[in-house]
């Protein structure tokens, strides 16, 4: 089974300054990879995702993510960070499940913004 | 853009009572669709997938004679958690796909807060 890890749980940044959200994912083949942010009490909006081409892709909301198949990474970044990006955020990789391909999600990475 | 819709957002019950969550396509049809469960500060965790007309299909570990999944239009999913106990008690998300393709979006209501008493 595929596996995807988001190492820290917790990240506390000051607004204005930049962010990186790792992410590691174990797949055999070429995988496509997904940032969610999910607010308290809510569902999942995609911000940006990787299917193939260009390892840096933009997302919604000034996030952007590098695919690295060496280090087997999709870290999530933003230059400088808003107090409205509080939030929990998932990295996912899609698998293929039978007849269906599904969602393995990691963890989760707590994002606090310090005013 | 397309949008699931979640009903109800929060529903607290008696234990041993049964509770029905609606998960609604608006503007799109969902051949497919998730049912996620969500502990507090922890990840989602697939319950089972379900294609329109189909049985679900269920990860190993999930009870399907306790969380009955029924999907059938193209625009309509339920879960029903038959007598439920507090233990039942979770954020529950569901998410719909329209074709079975590698790249159809996924996309997400935005849960039910079940408590159950």
């Known amino acids: 089974a595929q596996s995807v890890t988001q190492p820290d749980i917790h990240i506390t940044v000051s607004e204005g300054a930049s962010l990186e959200l790792r992410c590691n994912y174990s797949?055999?083949?070429?995988?496509?990879l997904f940032w969610y942010v999910q607010s308290p009490g809510q569902g999942l909006q995609l911000l940006l995702k990787y299917f193939s081409g260009d390892t840096l892709v933009q997302g919604i909301k000034g996030f952007e993510a590098e695919f690295k198949r060496s280090q087997s990474s999709f870290n999530l970044r933003k230059p400088s960070v808003h107090w409205s990006d509080a939030a929990e955020y998932f990295c996912a990789v899609l698998e293929s499940g039978g007849s269906n391909y599904k969602l393995t999600f990691g963890k989760g990475t707590l994002l606090t913004v310090n005013p | 853009g397309a949008v699931v819709s979640q009903h109800p957002s929060r529903v607290i019950c008696k234990s041993g009572t049964s509770v029905k969550i609606e998960c609604r396509s608006l503007?799109?049809?969902?051949?497919?669709m998730f049912w996620y469960r969500q502990f507090p500060k922890q990840s989602l965790m697939l319950m089972a997938t379900s294609n329109e007309g189909s049985k679900a299909t269920y990860e190993q570990g999930v009870e399907k004679d306790k969380f009955l999944i029924n999907h059938a239009s193209l625009t309509l999913s339920t879960l029903t958690v038959t007598s439920a106990h507090p233990e039942d008690s979770s954020f529950y998300i569901c998410?719909?796909?329209?074709?079975?393709?590698?790249?159809?979006?996924?996309?997400f209501g935005d849960g039910t807060r079940l408590s159950i008493l």
């Open positions: 503007d799109f049809q969902a051949t497919t």
């Open positions: 797949y055999g083949a070429t995988p496509y």
């Open positions: 998410s719909a796909r329209s074709g079975q393709g590698r790249n159809q979006p996924q996309h």
